[in-house]
């Protein structure tokens, strides 16, 4: 599906100043000289029989990087995950293991720790605590997410 994008004189407010003659924004540059949008090419989508809403798993503490991976180390935006249904619910039946302090949700590269097997113990730890303490559930229900 091609989007149009907002326009690209919105954008030129943060790259005039910003990567000012980097190549890799010469895109919004050109359209903000001629006028002509940007195709936005949306990579992560869901069919329309399914709900879906970010601001309820940003504020449980779900990262970007759950679904859509390292966006920060790719040259070009493609699935990480395959948002398929399993890929929902394997998350939804345990989200101890995937929960994170807010604050470090758009944090990609975060971790508890750097040490990978104290990192899982934390995670499960502190996941384990958030889930309990903000109350979280296991939306398994079909009706959670077909509306
Ligand atoms: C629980 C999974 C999940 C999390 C966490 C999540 N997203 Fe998404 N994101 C999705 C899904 C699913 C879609 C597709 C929605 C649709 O069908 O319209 C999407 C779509 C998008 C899009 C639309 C553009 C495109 O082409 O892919 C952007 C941008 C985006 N997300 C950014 C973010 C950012 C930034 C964060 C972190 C603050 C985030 N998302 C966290 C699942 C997630
Ligand atoms: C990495 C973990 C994770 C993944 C992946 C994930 N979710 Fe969630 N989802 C959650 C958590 C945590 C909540 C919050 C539960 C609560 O508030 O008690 C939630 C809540 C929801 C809700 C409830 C929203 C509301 O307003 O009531 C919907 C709908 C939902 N998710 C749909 C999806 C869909 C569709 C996908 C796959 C594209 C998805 N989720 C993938 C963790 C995840
Ligand atoms: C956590 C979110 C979530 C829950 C809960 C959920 N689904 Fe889904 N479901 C999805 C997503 C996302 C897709 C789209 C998968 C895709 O695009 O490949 C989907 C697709 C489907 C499809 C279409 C399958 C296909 O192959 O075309 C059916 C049927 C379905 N779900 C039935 C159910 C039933 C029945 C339940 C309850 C037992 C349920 N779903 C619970 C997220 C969910």
Not at 4 to 24: E, F, H, I
């Amino acid at each position: 599906m091609v989007f149009q994008s907002p326009g690209a004189s919105t954008c030129m407010n943060c790259p005039s100043t910003v990567l000012k003659d980097d190549a890799r924004l010469a895109i919004v540059r050109n359209s903000a000289a001629t006028g002509k949008p940007i195709a936005w090419v949306q990579v992560h989508i869901t069919p329309d029989y399914v709900y879906f809403n970010h601001s309820v798993h940003v504020a449980r503490g779900i990262s970007c990087v759950e679904c859509h991976g390292r966006v920060d180390q790719m040259d070009e935006v493609y699935h990480a995950k395959p948002f398929s249904m399993s890929f929902c619910l394997d998350c939804h039946r345990d989200p101890a293991a995937h929960i994170r302090p807010p604050s470090k949700v758009t944090d990609l590269g975060w971790q508890w720790s750097t040490n990978s097997e104290r990192n899982e113990e934390l995670q499960m730890q502190n996941g384990t605590k958030f889930v309990h303490d903000w109350k979280v559930q296991k939306l398994e229900d079909c009706s959670a997410c077909h509306r």
